[in-house]
Structure formats: structure tokens, C-alpha cells
């Protein structure tokens, strides 16, 4: 089955412990994205990728890293995460830049 | 900056017809895309306009005016099932995707 998959779906961590949520598509996809959604403010890209070893600011990167080293993976790295990082994370991946995006089922993560 | 503008909530019958706007001011344009996000969920593709004119997709349109920086997306024969957030999204100069804060519709029977 097509599709993308993150882990973990839920978190529940402290302030300055480092974590990842892992972000994998089965599709051969060339773009890839990671977004947060708060209440009022809708989705806001972290980072994006364009291709393998490819990665771009979006638009709130402050405190997140990503890593595009095999097309099928794209993990999001919270070296120090603080509570205003709580939050509702996406990964979405589409065959090409204008492409429809397929997003997996996201990442509800708090932050004490 | 970058600003997309959504109506925050809007309420129709089922049956009937609705259009959800959207307006952007955006550095560079490279399409924009319409999702529909139920509760709970994740976001699903609806539409891509990047030409200017009305796309049909079944029971979903969705129009550009590059000129006016703006889209709407038209909702015909209303069904409890479109009861869900439609989220519209710029895709920027430097292939960057800014998102609206999404409208939540509401389906009444």
C-alpha cells in the first residue's frame, strides 16, 4: 500500500531532551515536507526537500533539524525542544514540486 | 511578507452550494492548492491551479485570478461528509508552500 508512515504518533517528552520523529514514504517520491499545525494558525512548513541531500528552511525551522540522505526518508531532529514546540507535526511527500501531497497521519507531540 | 486569507468558519445546508474564498499576497507564484482536512485527520488534495480559469473535478471547482490574487473553491450538492476544514496553499517563488489558516465548514441537514 502506497502511503507515508510516522513514528511515533504520540509523544510525550521534557524540555531539552533530544528526540526524532521519523518520516518514511513507500511511493519514490522527489519532495518531501514536514509542517506543524496549531489551532488558528493552520499548517506551517518546518523544512522541505526537493531530492536526496537536497533541504530548505520553511517557514519556522528555529529548533528543528532534518536530514534527506535516501529518497524514502526524512526524519525531523528536535535537538532541545521547549514547550512552544508542542504541537501537531505532518510529513507529506509528493511525486514532484506542483504534485499532490500525500500526507501521513502525523505526530501529536507535548512538550512539559 | 507572505499572507493567504481564509474565512475562518462558514455554515451551509446540505444540498446546496458553497464557495469557500481565498487571497493571497505572496512572493512568486507557482500554483495554489486546495486540501480538505476532517477533524482528526490529515490533510487530503483537492485541487492545483497554477493558469488563471475554473477547474472541475466532480462535485469540487476550484478558480484562479493570478491577477487579483485570488481563489475560490465551489462545493455543489452539499453532503454532512464535506463537514471539514479546507485548507488553500501558495506555492512561493523558492517552492516553498505557505498555507492559510484553513475554513471550517459546516454542513447543516
Known amino acids: 500500500e502506497a502511503q507515508v508512515t510516522q513514528n511515533p504518533r504520540y509523544l510525550i517528552t521534557v524540555t531539552g531532551k533530544k528526540l526524532t520523529v521519523t518520516c518514511s514514504q513507500n511511493m519514490n517520491h522527489e519532495y518531501m515536507s514536514w509542517y506543524r499545525q496549531d489551532p488558528g494558525l493552520g499548517l506551517r512548513q518546518i523544512y522541505y526537500s526537493m531530492n536526496v541531500e537536497v533541504t530548505d528552511k520553511g517557514d519556522v525551522p528555529e529548533g528543528y533539524k532534518v536530514s534527506r540522505k535516501e529518497k524514502r526518508n526524512f526524519p525531523l531532529i528536535l535537538e532541545s525542544p521547549s514547550p512552544n514546540q508542542t504541537s501537531l507535526y505532518f510529513c507529506a511527500s509528493s511525486p514532484s514540486l506542483w504534485g499532490e501531497q500525500f500526507f501521513g497521519p502525523g505526530t501529536r507531540l507535548t512538550v512539559l | 511578507g507572505q499572507n493567504i486569507d481564509q474565512p475562518t468558519e462558514m455554515t451551509a445546508t446540505e444540498g446546496a452550494i458553497v464557495q469557500i474564498n481565498c487571497t493571497y499576497q505572496?512572493?512568486?507564484?507557482?500554483?495554489l492548492f486546495w486540501y480538505q482536512q476532517h477533524a482528526g485527520e490529515a490533510p487530503t488534495f483537492l485541487s492545483y491551479?497554477?493558469l488563471d480559469g475554473l477547474e472541475e473535478k466532480g462535485r469540487f471547482s476550484s478558480f484562479l485570478s493570478r491577477s487579483k490574487g485570488y481563489s475560490y473553491l465551489l462545493l455543489k450538492e452539499l453532503q454532512m461528509k464535506d463537514s471539514a476544514s479546507y485548507l488553500c496553499?501558495?506555492?512561493?517563488?523558492?517552492?516553498?508552500?505557505?498555507w492559510g489558516a484553513g475554513t471550517k465548514l459546516i454542513i447543516k441537514p
Open positions: 491551479n497554477v
Open positions: 496553499a501558495v506555492m512561493v517563488s523558492n517552492y516553498q508552500l505557505i
Open positions: 505572496t512572493s512568486g507564484f507557482n500554483g
